[in-house]
């Protein structure tokens, strides 16, 4: 497809336990960010990824929270040991070059309960 | 204290009617500002960008406008329909650091028929 794709769309899961996100940005896309949104919250900034650029890790939240990038195609982002304060939805996009006025392009998110 | 500042938090109106979106923001040195609209259950899509020179910029139906000197946006829906209802989310941009952008924390749009 041509767009951003995210997988799953839902996760539920057992807290303590281990999830993993992914997000397979539009091709070409230099530039990769994730957000986590709480419900009827804004976007929270999580980490960016441009290029062969070190990762800005500035929004993670603990270390329970990691992400990695394979070259400029796909993106994980890795939550060990979850908590319930961990659901929200986890948003990934993608834009062609790290450059502003390049408009960001969004996957429709990982919805993640944790009971 | 967030620095994108945005008015109100839900507005509901009926189909056919006029809105306007308010965001003001502290963010400094501006480069652009970008509206979103985030249907329920999606990922936002970008409606409009607007830089420092322009003062109103239309997209279809929407509108937004850019006073630089007072940091203030808005963005203007013209003949509202169902399709409509979404969040509108209002992100700034910083200069020269490609990562520093604020968002609001959107308004929450609901057209009625």
């Known amino acids: 497809g041509a767009g951003v794709s995210q997988s799953p769309s839902n996760k539920v899961t057992e807290k303590g336990k281990d999830v993993e996100l992914r997000c397979d940005p539009i091709?070409?896309?230099?530039?990769l960010y994730w957000y986590r949104q709480r419900l009827g919250q804004g976007l929270e900034f999580l980490i960016y990824?441009?290029?062969?650029?070190?990762?800005?890790k500035s929004g993670l939240p603990s270390d329970r929270f990691s992400a990695e990038r394979t070259g400029e195609s796909v993106s994980t982002l890795t939550i060990q040991r979850t908590q319930q304060e961990d659901s929200a939805v986890y948003l990934c996009a993608s834009r062609r070059t790290g450059e502003s006025n390049q408009p960001q392009h969004f996957g429709d998110g990982t919805r993640l309960s944790i009971l | 204290k967030n620095q994108v500042e945005q008015s109100p938090q839900s507005l509901i109106i009926l189909e056919g009617k006029n809105c306007t979106l308010q965001c003001n923001y502290t963010v400094s040195p501006f480069s652009n500002l970008r509206w979103y609209k985030q249907d329920t259950g999606r990922g936002p899509v970008s409606l409009t960008i607007?830089?420092?020179?322009?003062n109103t910029k239309s997209n279809g139906r929407y509108t937004a406008t850019l006073d630089a000197d007072t940091k203030q946006s808005s963005l203007h829906i013209t003949a509202s329909q169902l399709s409509d209802s979404a969040s509108y989310i209002c992100?700034?941009?910083?200069?020269?650091?490609?990562?520093?952008?604020?968002f609001g924390a959107g308004t929450r749009l609901t057209v009625k028929p």
């Open positions: 091709s070409g896309h230099t530039a």
């Open positions: 607007m830089t420092f020179s322009e």
């Open positions: 990824f441009q290029g062969n650029s070190a990762p800005d």
């Open positions: 992100v700034v941009s910083a200069v020269d650091n490609n990562n520093d952008m604020r």
